[in-house]
């Protein structure tokens, strides 16, 4: 699950990091109240959505005057919002935040994530702060640090301290910058994180702040974070996926005309791979997992169906956990159903295939069986090319 700025905020404030005065608003006129409440004679609003490169999009205002905040505010709220992070959606934009603009001295980057390759929570810091730090890595390696965190010992001061000198911070603020560190390690582990960056992490008289913020949690573990659920704005993210979530099936959008239905993340990937090296193109991830059910594969078919792109559908299911036949009886249910108009070509293989290829065939539905993944593959981008 991604979260909002003034969340994660939120957040960071709880854990100890200091982070500047800040209200939303979701009206204008509410805008306005919050720079009166926090006040000083520069504010900073910032548009409240799920992507990054708000300022490059007009998200991210520095105003002079309680009446510039209401009319930033005002430009913003109730608009979709276009950035480089958005994939081409439309983000829509019904909360901003501000908060007292505040003289940078020097702006800094520090990040926290899992770290497959050496099985370690691990913090990424730069003192060039501020920009992409893909950037940075490409073209100043030497200016990142990294502290790779055993899981045993825990976060170390003395670790933070080697990052803090090595960035050039001076002895008070490394003692700031291991605080702020021992907070996001703490605030990582109690809410099952699975990213937070504060960038930029700068220096404001002479004090480290968060000025901008991410968070991001696993959703694996939103059973026991009841708190992070509540926080979670679905306007911000795809209606097919939020609906998808309801099933607990794993879907997502993608640009193509070829609905893919599959059973295992690995397959699905697979299948979209040998759909695109046949020269078609996936419309869609989806991922029925192991539980499949007559009733998940008919919403499975509503999702697929719910793009008017999808000129084909490829069901290919290998039964290792579900049996063949029982996914072959949700599949001809769902057909029925949903009144599939678009070709549907499937491939089964595994427990009791023979039987579901029986059943499949004896339907009098126009299923197109395939022999293996790669025949499927073919069979579904011909079916689009009307061949």
């Not at 996001?184 to 809410?191: D, E």
């Not at 306007?235 to 998808?244: G, N």
């Not at 007559?294 to 169906?305: D, G, P, Q, W, Y």
């Given at each position: 699950m991604n979260f909002h700025e003034y969340q994660a905020k939120q957040l960071f404030a709880e854990a100890g990091i200091p982070v500047p005065p800040g209200?939303?608003?979701?009206?204008a006129s509410e805008a306005a109240d919050a720079a009166k409440a926090i006040g000083g004679d520069h504010w900073v609003v910032k548009a409240q959505i799920h992507a990054g490169g708000r300022g490059k999009a007009g998200g991210v205002k520095l105003v002079k005057t309680i009446e510039e905040v209401r009319d930033a505010a005002k430009a913003m709220l109730g608009t979709g919002m276009v950035t480089y992070q958005s994939a081409g959606r439309a983000m829509p934009v019904n909360e901003v935040l501000i908060t007292q603009a505040i003289e940078i001295g020097k702006e800094l980057y520090i990040s926290m994530l899992v770290d497959r390759s050496t099985k370690t929570v691990t913090f990424i810091c730069s003192a060039e702060g501020g920009i992409e730090i893909e950037k940075v890595a490409k073209d100043n390696p030497e200016a990142i640090h990294t502290v790779h965190v055993d899981y045993v010992e825990g976060l170390q001061p003395y670790a933070c301290r080697k990052v803090g000198f090595g960035m050039g911070l001076d002895a008070r603020q490394v003692g700031q910058l291991t605080k702020i560190m021992q907070?996001?390690?703490?605030?990582?582990?109690?809410?099952d994180l699975s990213l937070i960056e504060l960038n930029p992490l700068a220096i404001c008289n002479g004090d480290l702040q968060a000025l901008d913020g991410k968070v991001n949690s696993d959703d694996n573990a939103a059973f026991r974070q009841p708190r992070l659920v509540a926080m979670?704005?679905?306007?911000?993210?795809?209606?097919?996926?939020?609906?998808?979530?309801?099933f607990d099936l794993n879907y997502v959008t993608m640009d193509g005309n070829i609905g893919c239905m599959v059973n295992g993340a690995g397959l699905a990937m697979a299948t979209m791979d040998v759909i695109s090296l046949n020269g078609g193109s996936p419309a869609n991830f989806l991922d029925v997992g192991g539980g499949a059910t007559?009733?998940?594969?008919?919403?499975?078919?509503?999702?697929?169906?719910s793009s008017d792109k999808v000129k084909a559908i490829f069901v290919n299911i290998f039964g290792g956990i579900v049996r063949c036949d029982m996914i072959a009886e949700g599949i001809i249910g769902a057909v029925k159903e949903v009144d599939v108009k678009v070709p549907v070509i499937v491939r089964l293989e595994g427990t009791n295939v023979e039987a579901g290829k029986e059943l499949l065939k004896n339907s009098g539905l126009a299923i197109i069986p395939a022999d293996d993944i790669n025949d499927g593959a073919k069979k579904a981008v011909a079916a689009v090319a009307g061949k």
């Open positions: 209200r939303v608003a979701r009206t907070g996001m390690y703490s605030l990582f582990n109690q809410y979670r704005d679905i306007s911000q993210e795809d209606d097919t996926e939020v609906l998808a979530s309801k007559k009733a998940r594969v008919t919403e499975a078919f509503k999702l697929i169906l």
